[in-house]
């Protein structure tokens, strides 16, 4: 009796032991732990017999194989990470959305974290992450500290920088040029009569950019000073009414806004007509990222538009690639983007 107890895999107490061990399964299946590792490695190499007393044994015993064990002997983890400022952005959890849906179907699993928007916590966090030994990594735009560049470029892993385009990636970007949106909701305003402009611009770096090219394109045009409502929180309906007020007191008396998101927009457009004034005939509002709120409220959204599911698609893609080996591909996918006529502007 207390042999056949003895060869019983035993449950770890809490706080004893590490669980359920390889060598216990292998007891319960009347096979060696060695059996057990090459049936989880690679199944075609145990009968059909024995591979069945060992999934009924992992079965009773709970058993979860160390997949770190398993990385360390096939060079391969199958986790990628990924990094985004955001979980609640909409912008972010579209693009990862469509990359994980593509990455699963490659067997591959996805470790997420939120970064916000500092390069100092984005650089701990690829520390930690690649202390995990993954296969490849998912960062959301192209600006990194020092730091984190050297250690991307040290792992020599597949890296993908998304929702922006530079010449010189740590490996391949995948996105548009938020200079160019800028620029081209200037030239948008221009074209379309208006002669006075305001900015707003949540607090990330992308979003000033575009702030400031609209800017600088615009002055192109009409030489002087831009009112401006700089926010550095998130974009929100409340900071959108805020910053309204904000231009109001700068000065400006009506014309085309252009703001950093589509959230914002509809914040000004709320806030402008609260305060009496009509939308788009005083107050035009230009947004960001064609949300699915856009064309839906009233008036409608004028908003630029990408693609952000594309954009993770296409991150997967190439990442797959990269992992099967082939590195001909192009470092450099620029997606682009369209400016949608509304009736907010």
């Not at 500290?145 to 998304?162: F, T």
């Not at 074209?191 to 770096?205: C, L, P, Q």
Request: proline content about 4%; some cysteine.
């Amino acid at each position: 009796m207390g042999e056949e107890q003895e060869k019983k895999p035993r449950a770890s107490r809490k706080g004893q032991g590490r669980g359920v061990t390889m060598e216990a399964v292998g007891r319960l299946a009347g096979v060696s732990q060695v059996t057990v590792s090459r049936a989880l490695s690679d199944p075609s190499k145990v009968s059909p017999a024995t591979l069945a007393k060992i999934k009924e044994a992992i079965a009773q015993t709970g058993f979860v194989p160390n997949a770190l064990a398993g990385a360390l002997a096939t060079s391969k983890s199958m986790l990628i990470s990924a990094l985004v400022p955001s979980i609640t952005n909409i912008v972010y959890s579209s693009m990862v959305k469509a990359f994980s849906e593509e990455m699963r179907e490659e067997g591959y699993q996805i470790l997420l974290s939120e970064t916000g928007f500092g390069p100092e916590d984005e650089e701990k966090l690829i520390s930690a992450h690649l202390s995990r030994r993954p296969d490849a990594m998912f960062l959301t735009g192209i600006h990194h500290s020092a730091q984190a560049r050297r250690m991307l470029l040290g792992a020599e892993i597949p890296v993908a920088e998304v929702w922006d385009i530079t010449d010189s990636p740590i490996d391949f970007c995948v996105g548009f040029s938020h200079v160019e949106t800028g620029r081209a909701v200037a030239e948008f305003a221009w074209n379309a009569g208006y002669r006075t402009v305001g900015t707003v611009s949540a607090g990330d770096e992308r979003a000033r950019r575009r702030s400031e090219a609209f800017v600088q394109e615009w002055q192109k045009h009409v030489p002087g000073d831009v009112p401006r409502a700089l926010f550095d929180a998130q974009a929100s309906l409340a900071n959108g009414r805020a910053a309204l007020r904000q231009l109001l007191e700068q000065g400006f008396t009506g014309g085309l806004i252009q703001c950093s998101s589509d959230l914002l927009a509809h914040g000004v457009m709320v806030e402008a007509q609260a305060q009496g004034f009509d939308v788009p005939g005083q107050i035009a509002v230009v947004g960001f990222g064609d949300q699915e709120f856009a064309s839906s409220v009233e008036p409608g959204i004028t908003t630029v538009r990408v693609d952000m599911a594309a954009f993770g698609r296409a991150a997967a893609q190439s990442m797959l690639a990269r992992l099967r080996g082939d590195k001909d591909g192009s470092s450099v996918i620029d997606l682009g983007f369209e400016v949608v006529r509304r009736g907010s502007a």
